[in-house]
């Protein structure tokens, strides 16, 4: 299976660096390290690696690069770092680490460069050579794109494996016992007559030595931690209401502010008049930052009255005027000059659509909000010199960036705390809330300024899903699936997500058609084409990115396709399967709900959907009935092929949430803009699930392959097409549209 | 104007308009209770007011009618209240944020109704919003502090 392997040295090295009062083992960026990432940051004589253990004479640290946005990452990270380790994950403290280049998240960047399409050529090297250098020129430390688990798996144990390995050599030393009769445990290593050295104890000695390079990963049998269920380190303080999160932090000193933001998304400020505001108990100032005026008080609350109490005059947003609009934007740009990619192209789609009888849809995907159930925030000190950035965020080296231009001081005066995260689903890949933040601090030298957005501000300013749209044309024969054309049209995600980081993105955008052109599916006859809508209203990355709309399109094509070629949706789909783990996924679903048909009897029935996205075939079967109440979602069965489960609790918990998000968008939730301005603000207009229509969620992690993948998005994209099939079967009302409640009533 | 909150009296000088959830977060600094959207649609302020889950974000701190009890108040790390035991048994958080909220909506419908049925527990619980979709984790723990309360 090549999951136990010596370390190849090749693909990085592991290295190690005496610290303050002990040492810290990481490992080496590969090809081009970048500059010693720790200098700067820490005190005289500390050195210069991605640390991910330090250990000095207070104890073990285990350092997790990765952001915790909820999905558990600090704990999976801290986790495979103590597999190998021998350290009690209770007895450790575990830190986010600083924000730095030389955390390069690998595996985001293959992913993100993804054209690794089934058919080789050049468009498929450009595009890999184009995303691949932007990713490493922006050096992102970014958790986005599940990448988390599989950045880490072999790193992270490797880093400890090698502490471990270079502790005991400095033990047999001091106890002068070979290193072999030497065993480790629970943050000690011990000798064969009891004689313990605590890690800390050996923290000076092991600063000064190399650290072990040739180290073997344990074998998945003597696994302590992974695989099994796990309880998260942080799991006590979130359910007693100790855990703090961004909009929780205090500091002295501090002052709470507001905004008041032009009702139009990206619409500009004219004039405005603080006047009554000011007068307010407990406002003491009033400050013009990007997109309109922020209001200073001493007390959250008083600063959302003031920020309200404010008159302005407001310029006009870039955007059309309508949804009509919007949506005629994307309908015009299914046309030749609008391409933007066409990975995926086998057999002969033309001539096989030009030899039977066409069938056609077009689908449509809208704009929909991240809204965390934290609304962003975050705390700004300038002071001199120095500035303390303090805030939940994906992107810390941006955050670093921006407000080093804003402050006018150089990137490494700026010191960004990267605090817990009330959910993010991407919204925190956006840094708007700590540019204004930024923007009064620099005018309020010396004191911290804590801006948080009312829900209503996070919303309306949200930068949303894509909208999208789809265009499918098929063939079928002798009860198969012949031909399948699917054309898809969206602005660029990642244009528009980094044009706002002042960076331009050259080349194709492989979310366009992400979640449909790489399906491990072989119709005789199969294209994929992405067309790049000019710029709408402004979007960023929304959990599962293109595949959020791309898998909705392209399961409910193939959905439709299957039922003109008279086939089974199971079937069909086993037989059209080109990739054994993809099969094994749909024979898992199969066999969980025990399919044998989409009709369950009267008003009731099932649909099936595949979504392979971030490299896991996720499939899900979900299972309704047409209630006199409205539609009622039953159960979901779902699988995923991951490489290996680290965490079978929090994988559920994060299989069941993706589910739970995928359905609940597709039911009730769309962001429809007027005139520029966002018509659902608040949780009354954009609901999403709520606990009385939660189905019953059975999960099945598969480990088949190599791989060892993240869980976080790909249970989004299958979610929608599956409900949507479910419903076709209970009701034969056929929704090609998202939110499905503008067509049918679902219970609650 | 006087305040009982879990178990304190405070006096305070604030504005009779101000929230409850602003009152507790930023004037008495305890943040286990969130904000999530101000408007009752959400349920991450919720804390009982003599045993009664209350949306904090919708009572005037003129208003308050009884001791409050918050997140911080129902139990602490040391000495859990059932429903957070049985939370961190079922590892139900995923971001946590909407969780305060969550287990203080619990704990109210379990002091009134001992042994809630699958519906009964929905429709207690279905004005807590969880982003993160922890819904199939709320309903086992709450089932399970059912349990470890029955057992006294
Ligand atoms: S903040 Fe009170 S219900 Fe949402
Ligand atoms: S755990 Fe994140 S909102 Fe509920």
Request: charged fraction near 15%; aromatic fraction near 0%.
């Given at each position: 299976m090549g999951k136990v392997k010596t370390i190849a040295r090749r693909t990085f090295l592991i290295g190690s660096a005496a610290v303050a009062g002990g040492v810290a083992f990481g490992v080496w960026r590969y090809k081009t390290p970048y500059a010693n990432p720790l200098l700067g940051g820490l005190a005289e004589g500390e050195a210069a690696l991605t640390p991910y253990v330090k250990i000095d004479a207070s104890g073990v640290t285990l350092v997790t690069p990765r952001a915790d946005k909820g999905q558990g990452a600090y704990h999976v990270q801290a986790a495979l770092i103590a597999e190998e380790l021998d350290v009690d994950l209770a007895a450790v403290k575990v830190d986010p680490g600083p924000p730095d280049r030389a955390y390069w998240n690998t595996a985001l960047a293959p992913e993100a460069a993804a054209f690794s399409a089934p058919n080789e050529g050049f468009v498929q090297d450009a595009l890999t050579g184009v995303l691949g250098t932007v990713m490493k020129i922006m050096g992102m430390q970014i958790t986005g794109g599940s990448t988390t688990v599989a950045d880490g798996f072999v790193k992270l144990r490797a880093a400890g494996a090698s502490a471990r390995e270079t502790l005991k050599l400095a033990a047999s030393e001091q106890l002068g016992v070979a290193v072999t009769e030497l065993r480790t445990e629970a943050g000690r290593v011990i000798a064969p007559d009891g004689t313990a050295l605590a890690y800390e104890e050996l923290a000076e000695a092991v600063a000064g030595m190399e650290p072990v390079q040739d180290v073997t990963l344990r074998a998945p049998e003597e696994w302590r931690y992974i695989g099994k269920p796990m309880k998260r380190v942080e799991m006590l303080a979130k359910v007693t209401g100790t855990q703090d999160y961004g909009i929780d932090f205090e500091i002295e000193d501090m002052v709470h502010a507001a905004v008041k933001l032009s009702p139009q998304q990206g619409g500009t400020l004219v004039s405005y008049d603080a006047g009554a505001a000011l007068e307010m108990r407990g406002v003491s100032g009033a400050y013009e930052v990007s997109g309109g005026v922020a209001v200073v008080a001493d007390n959250t609350w008083r600063a959302f009255q003031a920020a309200e109490a404010v008159e302005a005059e407001w310029g006009e947003a870039a955007?059309?005027?309508n949804m009509e609009a919007h949506w005629a934007a994307l309908e015009a740009s299914f046309v030749a000059d609008k391409q933007d990619s066409r990975v995926r192209d086998d057999g002969d789609v033309e001539a096989a659509l030009e030899s039977g009888e066409v069938i056609e849809a077009t689908y449509r995907a809208p704009y929909l909000a991240h809204a965390p159930m934290e609304p962003v925030n975050a705390v700004v000190r300038v002071g001199e010199g120095r500035v303390d950035v303090w805030t939940g965020t994906q992107i810390p080296r941006f955050v670093q960036a921006s407000v080093a231009k804003i402050a006018g001081v150089s990137n490494e005066d700026v010191h960004v705390h990267v605090l817990m995260m009330g959910g993010s689903f991407g919204h925190r890949l956006e840094d708007d809330v700590v540019r204004q933040a930024a923007e009064v601090a620099v005018q309020m030298k010396g004191v911290p300024v804590k801006l948080t957005y009312s829900r209503e501000t996070d919303m309306a300013h949200d930068y949303t899903r894509q909208i999208a749209m789809a265009k499918m044309r098929g063939t079928v024969k002798d009860g198969r699936v012949e031909a399948y054309d699917l054309g898809i049209a969206m602005p660029s995600v990642i244009v528009s997500q980094m044009g706002r980081q002042g960076l331009s993105m050259p080349g194709p955008d492989s979310q366009i058609v992400a979640g449909a052109f790489e399906q491990a599916l072989a119709i005789p006859h199969h294209r994929v084409t992405g067309y790049r809508a000019d710029p709408l209203a402004p979007v960023s990355s929304w959990r599962s990115v293109g595949a959020s709309s791309n898998g909705f399109f392209y399961n409910l094509g193939l959905e439709e396709l299957i039922e003109a070629a008279g086939a089974d949706p199971m079937e069909e789909r086993l037989r059209l399967a080109s990739d054994p783990l993809a099969r094994k996924v749909l024979e898992a679903v199969a066999e969980m709900s025990g399919w044998n048909g989409a009709s369950l009897g009267p008003r009731r029935g099932r649909g099936v959907a595949m979504t392979r996205s971030f490299g896991v075939d996720c499939a899900e079967v979900v299972e309704v009935t047409d209630t006199d109440d409205g539609i009622r979602i039953d159960k979901v069965y779902v699988a995923a092929e991951v490489?290996?489960?680290?965490d079978p609790v929090n994988f559920e918990n994060q299989v069941q949430g993706g589910v739970v998000f995928g359905l609940g968008h597709a039911m009730n939730c769309e962001i429809t803009y007027d005139g520029g301005i966002a018509e659902q603000q608040n949780f009354d207009s954009f609901e999403g699930m709520r606990m009385n229509q939660c189905p019953d969620i059975i999960v099945r992690g598969l480990e088949n392959g190599d791989v060892v993948r993240g869980?976080?998005?790909?249970?989004?994209?299958p979610a929608a097409p599956a409900l949507a099939a479910a419903i076709y079967a209970a009701t034969g009302v056929r929704l090609r549209q998202m939110p499905f409640s503008m067509f049918v009533e679902f219970a609650s | 104007m006087q305040l009982t909150v879990d178990g304190a009296t405070h006096d305070l000088d604030v504005e009779g308009e101000m929230p409850l959830l602003w009152v507790l977060r930023d004037e008495l600094g305890i943040k286990g209770v969130k904000y999530g959207c101000g408007i009752a649609a959400c349920g991450a302020c919720t804390v009982h007011i003599d045993g009664e889950a209350v949306r904090s974000c919708q009572v005037l701190a003129e208003d308050v009618w009884g001791a409050v009890t918050t997140i911080n108040g129902l139990g602490t790390p040391d000495a859990m209240h059932a429903v957070q035991a049985a939370w961190e048994e079922h590892q139900v958080a995923q971001c946590g944020y909407c969780q305060s909220g969550q287990v203080m909506q619990a704990a109210a419908l379990l002091a009134e109704n001992a042994s809630p049925s699958d519906s009964d527990i929905d429709e207690a619980m279905s004005g807590n919003l969880c982003r993160c979709g922890t819904y199939p984790r709320i309903r086992a723990a709450v089932k399970t502090a059912a349990k470890t309360l029955a057992e006294g």
């Open positions: 955007m059309p005027a490489g290996r489960v680290i869980v976080g998005e790909p249970p989004v994209p | -």
